[in-house]
């Protein structure tokens, strides 16, 4: 019962936690007044419904650069 328990627990969880926003897109900060003045739409709408993610091998990189 024990067993039966933490796995509807855990079900529970995952599925709270991949409705919320945890998942959501991040706006790069460069695109955000463009975005705020109408001129983008919001990042999830200029993804493509299924993007490619890639696992970074060491670290999440950083907006900018050259």
Known sequence: MCRRLWIVVGTLLLVVLMSSSVFA???????????????????????????????????????GGT
């Open 25 to 63: 897109y991040s706006e790069a900060p460069m695109l955000a007044k463009e975005v705020k003045q109408g001129l983008l739409p919001p990042v999830a709408e200029r993804l493509p419904e299924n993007p490619m993610v890639i696992t970074p091998l060491r670290e999440v990189g950083r907006y």
